[in-house]
């Protein structure tokens, strides 16, 4: 018969230490949940490592127990438990039950005097018992049938305790452990002990006299005056500090052995709570199968094999599924249609086939509710239908609700909302090299429950944003932004090929020259690309001071390097050939792979739903990220080009937005005036916070005055600020202050929304996007911290993005109304691209500045500039 094996977990201790070993972790619903991670990393480990057949997990019932009717300062000194780790315990004990672990608590006792009683009824019972703990009191129960393991750094890092190891380490029994806290106390548990006797000398005394009591009646014996003093005085104290110190281990529980069987957990229910707790890369240990969610009812549609009136009315749910990684070349796959005559499922080919679909599809008057709309724009678009009358976007009215979240799939963003009809994508196609199309009964079901979904979505998102005040930002900003930004990526950008090949031509030419010269002033050939190799050539053989090291060598990372710049000529050659080895790999050779077979274009994709700030990003490929500093990272630019003869390039951009934003938001009155009166606004600052006059601006002011002004909008620290300017934090905090003390306005935003924030839990822009900010009550000062530079740069950032999204609205209007053949091709930060016909860049030149100064109205005036030509490196 296999022994019986019992774990005893000590559950606020373990809380307790995963909390503080991890870093201030968040999911996106803003629960705190480092935690919890860790709770459930040292669960999963047991389980694999101790695989018992009996388990429990003990809690403290409350702050009052037995022992503060002995001693009423017990546990006195504690600090309040930080409200981040407070409201992750309902978590941990959900997670339990879901894990079928048995937890207890008891009224007027501890966890500690839990675990000690069964500990020793399991011994008594034949059991192995094993007691899992941060806090080395539990260590008085050690016996050679219990064993007490104590975590130490990290939350997987444990010793334990068994009689051998207590007699190693401390030269005592388990039993003499109570005695040695009776001496010494405890301050954790604010256990008094003898004031002046600590672990070394408890440890003395105890080898010597065995017991407190022998120790306390032998005082006579004892060497040292002092000692003998301590120990007369205190001698009430030190009996009652091993009273406290004691485990109970007779309490009046309330549940048996028997009880506390552990059979398995249930793989569903511990999926969910992962994946409402974001905890992603813990799914697969717990089975594929089991991860996935469960669809709690059955349903009814009509697999539809001729388009009829019947389902193509108003007010439809439009889902069209297109597999992700390729909606350009307009790989649909299903089509679902839900309102309220049903639900159908059409297949791509019958809906792309049928003159019926295509008319209803583009009759503006019919109107649509879908996911991604750009997306679903596009797709069509391929096919040659033009998508028309979307009035809801599940996914964007998602997104501006809870900015902060990844919606994956449809299944997500029912999730949020409560909704368990419709599985992950993951689930029914699988993934990586598993991804498969299933066959069309399981592929119809999926894509009509993920029409259900959304038609049961709408209304509820509705509500929500009405409530938030942000009805007008989806219906008349994000949801028309959509479908110009599908109609971007359906034009795309033209690529002179040749252009891009000559430059890859010539950057292989300035390379290989680089990399002679490297190799001689090395005195000898290697792989520059090799960490290990250029480490020893650089802090061996030429003797340059090693500053980092890592697990693998010599640290070589850029900010290691351009420390060195000036140490020996070879770096600066290594920096520069690392800077043109990724314009080579990752531009001129990544752009190439992109442009499309059939339009020489490159169609990058716009992500409206990514960051939570607002701001639009690029991929496939990010063209807002092509590095301008250097000289043959901007000549990237020509080849960018008109897709028509006789066109040109124009760009446009804002200049200055976020500092025009900053003014007009603090209404500070020196910064309103600056750009009242079209003043160069780094050299004003100069003269503000150095206090002379314009003449008087040396460049190197003018340098540390637009330093702070960008970096102020960002809630730049005196350290960062020095690392910019390469002065002393002093000298840096100090020009802080006086910028500050300058633009009293500023400082007065930068109080008022912390406080704003921390009080409501987010931030808002001008036009209603919100930002929600948990962290802003952390009990970590850097967490903490960051949350509030978030808070001072979220509604400037912010706006600035709704500022250039309502531009590029207004502007596509403009466009329609003077029957313009100019298109708008790219948005990059504050900038907007366009090809136009040269004989409309006269009209460009009035309107554009006019549109984009006008986008919205703020107290000083939006400026900007503009620029043709006939590449994009041309236009500026």
Not at 55 to 60: I, Q
Not at 105 to 115: F, G, H, R, V
Not at 387 to 402: E, P, R
Not at 621 to 634: H, K, T, Y
């Amino acid at each position: 018969m296999t022994k019986k094996k019992i774990v005893l977990i000590d559950g606020n201790s373990i809380a307790y230490r995963a909390f503080f070993a991890l870093p201030l972790l968040n999911n996106d619903k803003g629960v705190h949940t480092n935690a919890i991670y860790g709770f459930t990393m040292i669960l999963m480990k047991i389980l694999e490592d101790e695989k018992p057949s009996h388990m429990l997990v003990a809690f403290d019932a409350g702050k009052t127990t037995f022992r503060h009717k002995t001693f009423q300062e017990y546990k006195g000194g504690r600090q309040k438990t930080p409200p981040e780790l407070s409201e992750q315990f309902p978590f941990i004990r959900e997670l339990l039950d879901a894990y079928q672990v048995s937890r207890y608590e008891l009224e007027n006792y501890e966890a500690d005097d839990i675990i000690g009683t069964l500990s020793r009824q399991a011994e008594k019972d034949g059991y192995e018992v094993k007691v899992i703990s941060g806090d080395k009191d539990l260590t008085q129960l050690v016996t050679n049938n219990i064993t007490v393991d104590i975590t130490r750094k990290g939350i997987t890092d444990v010793d334990s305790y068994t009689p051998t190891f207590v007699q190693e380490k401390y030269g005592l029994t388990p039993e003499q452990i109570i005695d040695m806290k009776g001496l010494m106390g405890d301050t954790s548990d604010n256990i008094p002990g003898v004031p002046g006797v600590g672990e070394k000398t408890a440890i003395k005394l105890l080898k010597e006299f065995t017991s407190l009591e022998n120790v306390l009646n032998s005082v006579d014996q004892i060497s040292g005056k002092k000692l003998k003093e301590k120990l007369e005085e205190n001698r009430e104290q030190a009996l009652m500090s091993k009273e406290l110190a004691t485990i109970e281990c007779d309490a009046p529980i309330t549940i048996g052995l028997t009880e506390l069987e552990y059979e398995g957990f249930d793989q569903q229910k511990v999926a969910n709570i992962f994946k409402e707790l974001g905890f992603n890369s813990l799914l697969d240990k717990v089975g594929e199968e089991e991860a996935q969610d469960i669809v709690v009812e059955e349903i009814e549609f009509k697999h539809v094999t001729d388009v009829t009136n019947e389902i193509l009315i108003d007010e439809s749910v439009l889902y069209i599924e297109v597999l992700e990684e390729s909606y350009h070349q307009a790989n649909i796959i299903g089509i679902s249609i839900v309102n309220k005559n049903g639900l159908f499922y059409v297949p791509a080919d019958t809906a792309l086939a049928s003159e019926e679909f295509k008319a209803w599809a583009e009759d503006e008057s019919n109107k649509k509710i879908v996911y991604d709309g750009k997306k679903t724009t596009v797709a069509l678009n391929w096919k040659g239908i033009s998508l028309k009358g979307i009035n809801f976007d599940v996914l964007i009215a998602a997104y501006l609700l809870n900015p902060s979240a990844t919606f994956e799939d449809v299944s997500s963003v029912a999730k949020v909302n409560g909704l368990s009809i419709v599985q992950t994508d993951e689930s029914v196609y699988g993934k990586g090299a598993k991804r498969a199309i299933p066959d069309e009964e399981h592929l119809s079901e999926h894509i009509v429950r993920k029409g259900q979904a959304l038609f049961q979505l709408k209304e509820t998102l509705e509500n929500q944003l009405a409530e938030n005040d942000q009805s007008s930002l989806l219906y008349d900003l994000e949801l028309p932004l959509s479908l110009i930004l599908a109609e971007m990526e359906a034009t795309g950008v033209k690529v002179d090929i040749e252009q891009l090949k000559a430059m890859g031509k010539n950057l292989a030419e300035k390379l290989k020259s680089l990399e002679e010269n490297i190799f001689e002033q090395a005195g000898e050939s290697f792989n520059i690309n090799s960490p290990k190799q250029l480490g020893v050539i650089l802090f061996e053989k030429l003797g340059l001071p090693a500053m980092k090291k890592t697990k693998t060598g010599y640290s070589t990372s850029a900010d290691v390097l351009e420390k060195l710049e000036d140490k020996h000529e070879i770096v600066r050659e290594i920096l520069h050939y690392r800077q043109l080895g990724k314009l080579q790999s990752t531009y001129i050779e990544g752009l190439l792979k992109v442009v499309h077979k059939d339009t020489y274009k490159i169609h990058t994709r716009f992500n409206q739903v990514l960051t939570t700030t607002g701001r639009l990003s690029s991929i496939d490929p990010n063209l807002q990220n092509i590095p301008i500093r250097l000289e043959e990272g901007r000549k990237i630019r020509q080849a960018f080009v008109a897709s028509n003869k006789d066109w040109v390039i124009f760009a446009a951009d804002y200049s200055q937005i976020e500092l025009r934003v900053l003014a007009h938001i603090a209404n500070d009155q020196n910064l309103v005036e600056a750009f009242r009166n079209d003043l160069d606004i780094h050299t004003k600052t100069a003269m503000d916070v150095f206090h002379v006059e314009q003449n008087e601006v040396t460049s190197n002011m003018r340098r540390q005055a637009k330093a702070v002004n960008f970096g102020i909008v960002y809630g730049i620290s005196d350290y960062g600020l020095s690392q910019n300017l390469g002065i002393t934090r002093k000298e840096a905090g100090e020009f802080i202050k006086r910028y500050l003390e300058t633009f009293v306005g500023v400082q007065e935003y930068m109080d008022d929304i912390v406080a704003d924030a921390r009080g409501k839990g987010y931030v808002k822009t001008l036009l209603h996007r919100r930002r929600y900010i948990p962290e802003l009550t952390s009990r970590n000062f850097n967490i903490r911290s960051f949350a509030e530079r978030t808070a001072m740069n979220t509604p400037i950032q912010g706006s600035a993005a709704d500022i250039i999204k309502k531009a590029m609205i207004d502007m596509a209007d403009r466009l329609k109304q003077e029957k313009l053949q100019t298109k708008l091709l790219l948005q990059v930060h504050d900038e907007l691209i366009f090809e136009a016909p040269k004989e409309e860049i006269a009209i460009l030149e009035k309107i554009v500045p006019e549109v984009m100064e006008n986008a919205v109205e703020l107290i000083v005036p939006l400026k900007v500039d503009y620029s043709y030509g006939d590449s994009w490196y041309d236009a500026k």
